[in-house]
């Protein structure tokens, strides 16, 4: 009996070692703390609905402020007009750190939710705005702690990061624009106006990625078609470092179609920038898009990820 206990938790243990093995295949030494992660995202979403114009959007602001100034950095702002909604003011957040080039590799989120939820399944709670934990809680959280492990790593690593928060991305649709571009449009206002004005100089921009519902249990992440036709390349790089990590389930080699969000800007001017997005969250745009659907997993494998890419990356033009 004993002997076949012993032999039991042998094969247990060399079974798990294999799976360790297989499952990441490079050193993923990372700080990258989930729980620090879920509880940004939690700080956020107990402050309410982050809606233009509300006191939640108002004090989540200051939050990004005072956090990203606590790891170090120095917290900008780009105080904007929004370029399709009459009267609307924006500000994006912004924050550098040094690498060995003047470069910058791009990190990105945004802040703000949703003021409406006009797919629930609920008619009556459809005017009602969204809690937003996955839908720009969750991304803002994963830029916000890839902050604070990246910062002890200033001047050493090979490219410059620029972490930016936009402001105005999701009341789209709420304001009759028809537009005849990707960029004519009510949502993104953020991202449009920091492109356009040029913030961080198109041609200091090595490429950017662009964190959005990074936090469900069960994230399906495709290549968004308007960068795979003019980026494959980083896709190709970012998906393959993902499947070396482990996180093949997560990081699927297949397109959503074209989605137009916080990167599309940047498209249109030419910068390289890609999507993470998991356009296959049952609660987008719902009211239950809330803290019980994320998951410290998920915000970590996307996190780690990331802090990997910006640790490692040298010339990936020929992914
Ligand atoms: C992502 C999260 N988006 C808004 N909230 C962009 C988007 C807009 C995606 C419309 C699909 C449809
Ligand atoms: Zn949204």
Known sequence: MKKIYILSILILSSLSCT????????????DFSKKNAFEYVKKQTDM????????????????????INSFGYNSLSHNFDAPYIKD????????????????????????????????????????DPISGANDGASSTAVVLELMRVLKQYENELPYSVAFVFFDLEDDGGLFNIDGESFTQTDWIQGSIAFANDNIIPSDQIYFGILLDMVGSFDPEFKYESYAYTKNGYIYNYVWSTAKKLGYSNEFINKQYGVIVDDHTPFLELNIPFIDIIDMNYSYHHTQADTIDKISEDSLYKVGSLVEYIIKNTDDIKNY
């Open 48 to 67: 309410g609905s982050r809606y233009y114009g509300s006191d939640a959007h108002k004090n989540v602001k200051i939050f990004l402020k005072e956090t």
């Open 88 to 127: 609307r003011k924006g500000e994006n957040i912004y924050a550098f750190l040094k690498g060995k080039s003047d470069k910058y590799i791009v990190i990105s989120t945004h802040f703000d939710s949703r003021s409406i939820a006009e797919k629930d399944p609920n008619p009556f709670d459809r005017n």
């Open 19 to 30: 799976d360790n093995a297989k499952a990441s295949e490079i050193d993923n030494k990372t």
